[in-house]
Nanobody, 125 residues
Framework: QVQPVESGGGLVQDGGSLRLSCTYS????????MGWFRQAPGKEREFVAA????????AYEDSVKDRFIVSRDNARNTVYLQMNGLKPDDTAVYYC??????????????????WGRGTQVTVSS
């Protein structure tokens, strides 16, 4: 596919968990660092997490680093975002993105080349 495809969003209660998945099959998956971003209504898109090509380095936005875990399965061309301890402030559309930049891990949206359409995550209080 020409763009990443996200899945796994939904409605969850405060304190709950969700796991997002993103599959990207354009070219060789291991040439891409993969990132997750989110955008809440009325706000700018913000960085959430990123993972290196081999999965040996990760980066997180401060508000999620103790709750979210990014991982990847290169054999399945898939990156995951395990979200635990979800809060209403985590409500947003979550986007998966691919970047050819390997180091440092990109945290800026403009450094990503391909984007998914997003998946909605809603956390109720």
């Amino acid at each position: 596919q020409v763009q990443p495809v996200e899945s796994g969003g939904g409605l969850v209660q405060d304190g709950g968990s969700l796991r997002l998945s993103c599959t990207y099959s354009r070219g060789t998956f291991t040439v891409y660092s993969m990132g997750w971003f989110r955008q809440a209504p009325g706000k700018e898109r913000e960085f959430v997490a990123a993972i290196s090509r081999a999965g040996d380095y990760t980066a997180y936005e401060d508000s999620v680093k103790d709750r979210f875990i990014v991982s990847r399965d290169n054999a399945r061309n898939t990156v995951y975002l395990q979200m635990n301890g979800l809060k209403p402030d985590d409500t947003a559309v979550y986007y998966c993105a691919a970047s050819t930049i390997s180091f440092p891990l990109p945290k800026t949206a403009s450094l990503y080349d391909a984007w998914g359409r997003g998946t909605q995550v809603t956390v109720s209080s």
